[in-house]
């Protein structure tokens, strides 16, 4: 038996609340809207469009709706092909193949550790021909739907040279900036450079509604027909008439009204983000082992999730003992994704590059980076990290 206390968790990057969630919650059930009309979808949009300085935002159930709405408004057909990030979470390559398109994966950049530009570009320029109006992927004989560049872990992907090949080609081009939500490009917000974007508000973003999702555009066709296809294609009036097979993804009144009260402290939000960053950022200047992600001289990471390499085979110690160590400590860590190319889920899709998402892969462990994190948490992981690469038992 172990009568050992319970150590206290460090969770990896949970919400927190504490500004109006509640009141606003308290309105909706007193006024009765709960569903997916109500003041708050409404308000929740236009406060996200506001914020990102784009014309049009539709409130949807979440990040991976949003993608899949944004591709099909922006004209991917089934058997395309969508140029997108190898390195990123699996909800990105999901959503593509939803849309009945193929991914085809694209390596990271060693300097950002986003989707390598200079490649997709010279890939979108050489290796593609023009059919009439459509560009042809000359390898695999797929048209070019659209390109799908993510923003992973906060930091804004190089998007200039993705942004003229593409606008070259007229491709269009949708960020998936689910997680770079308060991030600059070039001092641009991410998520407003794009012909469109897709926002998640899950519960481990900068800010959550629980669940949810936002697909942001300044084109008005697009957003008007988002709008129309998430509620089943429903067309005016008292009849149920519908003209497309649609969608149920709609955001519902009190997911919104979470998302509202969230989005208000978004600057505090941001301001913890980097504290978390500078915190990492000076303990791994304190171990050669330990390398920080980067920060391109022209982008403002959101910082939304601290990822260090670690940077050593010495004694058997990597980021797997590191990460052991750390979850005996009552640490919660995770690798990042396995490069999609090399998922199973999608297995037989293109690939453009080398070994840098793998590497990347293989080193990285991202740290606990919750808003609300406290001095006597940074001590913990501090000791906790150098006892991981020392491999000695950290204290407590
Ligand atoms: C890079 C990326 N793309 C897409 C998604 C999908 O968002 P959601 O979980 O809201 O469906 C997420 C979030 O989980 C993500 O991190």
Request: aromatic share 6%; proline share 5%; net charge negative.
């Amino acid at each position: 038996m172990n009568f050992e206390p319970p150590k206290l968790r460090i969770p990896l990057c949970r919400p927190s609340m504490g500004g109006n969630e509640s009141a606003y919650l308290e309105q909706c059930v007193r006024d009765n809207w709960v569903s997916s009309a109500g003041p708050f979808v409404e308000r929740f949009e236009r406060d996200i469009a506001a914020y990102l300085g784009v014309d049009h935002a539709v409130a949807l159930v979440n990040g991976t709706a949003a993608l899949h709405l944004a591709l099909i408004v922006a004209g991917v057909r089934p058997g395309d092909a969508v140029v997108t990030s190898t390195l990123t979470f699996v909800a990105t390559a999901n959503a593509i193949r939803h849309a009945g398109a193929w991914p085809i994966f694209v390596d990271a950049d060693l300097e950002t550790w986003q989707i390598d530009a200079a490649r997709t570009a010279e890939f979108l320029v050489d290796r593609c021909e023009r059919h009439g109006n459509d560009w042809i992927d000359s390898g695999s004989g797929r048209r070019i739907g659209a390109v799908l560049p993510v923003h992973i872990l906060g930091h804004p992907a190089d998007l200039d040279p993705i942004l003229e090949a593409a606008r070259e080609l007229g491709v269009p081009v949708i960020e998936d900036a689910t997680e770079s939500l308060g991030g600059r490009y070039k001092g641009q917000p991410a998520g407003a450079l794009g012909d469109a974007a897709c926002l998640s508000f899950n519960g481990n973003k900068l800010i959550t509604c629980g669940g949810g999702g936002m697909l942001v555009t300044n084109r008005a066709d697009w957003a008007r027909l988002a709008r129309h296809l998430s509620t089943q294609a429903k067309l005016p009036g008292v009849e149920l008439i519908h003209d497309e097979v649609g969608f149920n993804y709609r955001l519902t009144n009190i997911q919104a009204a979470v998302g509202c009260a969230q989005l208000e402290t978004i600057d505090e939000r941001l301001a913890a983000k980097r504290r978390i960053a500078s915190f990492y950022r000076e303990l791994c200047a304190e171990r050669p082992e330990l390398v920080f992600m980067p920060e391109a001289s022209w982008a403002e990471s959101a910082c939304w999730m601290s990822t260090v390499l670690v940077n050593t085979e010495h004694d058997g110690r990597n980021r797997h003992t590191v990460m052991a160590c750390l979850a005996d400590q009552g640490i919660e860590t995770r690798p990042l994704w396995q490069p999609l190319h090399l998922s199973p889920a999608h297995r037989g899709c293109g690939f453009l590059g080398g070994e840098v998402a793998s590497e990347l892969h293989q080193k990285a462990v991202c740290l606990p980076s919750s808003c609300d994190l406290r001095e006597e948490d940074f001590a913990r992981l501090r000791s906790a990290i150098f006892a991981g690469l020392d491999d000695v038992p950290g204290p407590g």
